[in-house]
Nanobody
Framework: QVQLQESGGGLVQAGGSLRLSCAAS????????MGWFRQAPGKEREFVAAISRSGASTDYANSVKGRFTISRDNAKNTVYLQMDSLKPEDTAVYYCAADLAYRSAWQGDYDYWGQGTQVTVSS
């Protein structure tokens, strides 16, 4: 059974930092591209960042480029999202997802999803 478990969310002031983690089990982690998505209240879920199987290639949404960094540790079956210079508009539930075939910004490509972790940025 595949499980993706996010952690590291919380409440932070604007300008602060958080690091999200997503621990994977039940799959060959190094075979999957990994992504982070987020969903703010009343909005659709949107792409945040993606990373290739080896970690050599990454993609970011324009809204987070230069502030967020995605990384992975295949030995620990974990993907991370370092979030710096946080803004109130970053407030959302953050989800990690696994994609066997593509390093994609389209959520329809992803095969497995975590339950999400709440990030709240106060002004």
């Amino acid at each position: 059974q595949v499980q993706l478990q996010e952690s590291g969310g919380g409440l932070v002031q604007a300008g602060g930092s958080l690091r999200l983690s997503c621990a994977a089990s039940g799959l060959t982690f190094s075979s999957y591209h990994m992504g982070w998505f987020r969903q703010a209240p009343g909005k659709e879920r949107e792409f945040v960042a993606a990373i290739s199987r080896s970690g050599a290639s990454t993609d970011y949404a324009n809204s987070v480029k230069g502030r967020f960094t995605i990384s992975r540790d295949n030995a620990k079956n974990t993907v991370y999202l370092q979030m710096d210079s946080l803004k109130p508009e970053d407030t959302a539930v953050y989800y990690c997802a696994a994609d066997l075939a593509y390093r994609s910004a389209w959520q329809g490509d992803y095969d497995y999803w975590g339950q999400g972790t709440q990030v709240t940025v106060s002004s």
